[in-house]
T-cell receptor
Framework: AQSVTQLDSQVPVFEEAPVELRCNYS??????LFWYVQYPNQGLQLLLK??????LVKGINGFEAEFNKSQTSFHLRKPSVHISDTAEYFC????????????FGTGTRLQVTL | GAGVSQSPSNKVTEKGKDVELRCDPI?????LYWYRQSLGQGLEFLIY????????KSGLPSDRFSAERTGGSVSTLTIQRTQQEDSAVYLC??????????????FGPGTRLLVL
């Protein structure tokens, strides 16, 4: 079984400041890693994913994440946030090798203010 | 092209009634998933369909929940004898096996269910 921990339930940050949203996972098998964003009253949108290869993954809207196997982490970063980045962010994992269900973290609410 | 669509967008029902939630996946996607998002439990997997294989029902919380996928496309999630704890947003997702978007699940906007 897999589990995902997002330690920060809320992250307040000023506009144009950098941000890091933390994600750690636990799994007895190899996993794929994902970050999704959810804007108010909307479904989930994929920000980025790690399947294999380079451990630094770039996604949409200027976000990036780095897979660290030894620390079982997949932290999400953005060098300069905008008001429009205010949303809920979910880290998720799935087993490798076949399409399979996502196991999600509890989410981090990113609140960007002026 | 069109994304995943779900209907209805909102549903209010009385405790004890049955409800049906519908999901139209992206055309050509062979895998379809149902998840539930609630305040107390976060995002939970419910059920997964892959082609003609037997569905993975391991996430269904009780035998009041069932789902089917007709013709490998549209799926219906049915909740019988609804309870107040069933109130949640029900999300549907689909994915393909193509290399370009391998393993990416595309989510619909969800159905917000309120059981009074």
């Amino acid at each position: 079984a897999q589990s995902v921990t997002q330690l920060d339930s809320q992250v307040p940050v000023f506009e144009e400041a950098p941000v890091e949203l933390r994600c750690n996972y636990s799994s007895s098998v190899s996993v794929y890693l994902f970050w999704y964003v959810q804007y108010p009253n909307q479904g989930l949108q994929l920000l980025l994913k790690y399947l294999s290869g380079s451990t630094l993954v770039k996604g949409i809207n200027g976000f990036e994440a780095e897979f660290n196997k030894s620390q079982t982490s997949f932290h999400l970063r953005k060098p300069s946030v905008h008001i429009s980045d205010t949303a809920e962010y979910f880290c998720a994992v799935s087993r490798t090798g076949t399409a399979s269900k996502l196991t999600f973290g509890t989410g981090t609410r990113l609140q960007v203010t002026l | 092209g069109a994304g995943v669509s779900q209907s209805p967008s909102n549903k209010v029902t009385e405790k004890g009634k049955d409800v049906e939630l519908r999901c139209d996946p992206i055309s050509g996607h062979t895998a379809l998933y149902w998840y539930r998002q609630s305040l107390g439990q976060g995002l939970e997997f419910l059920i997964y369909f892959q082609g003609n294989s037997a569905p993975d029902k391991s996430g269904l919380p009780s035998d009041r929940f069932s789902a089917e996928r007709t013709g490998g496309s549209v799926s219906t999630l049915t909740i019988q004898r609804t309870q107040q704890e069933d109130s949640a947003v029900y999300l549907c997702a689909s994915s393909s096996r193509g290399d370009r978007n391998k393993e990416t699940q595309y989510f619909g906007p969800g159905t917000r269910l309120l059981v009074l």
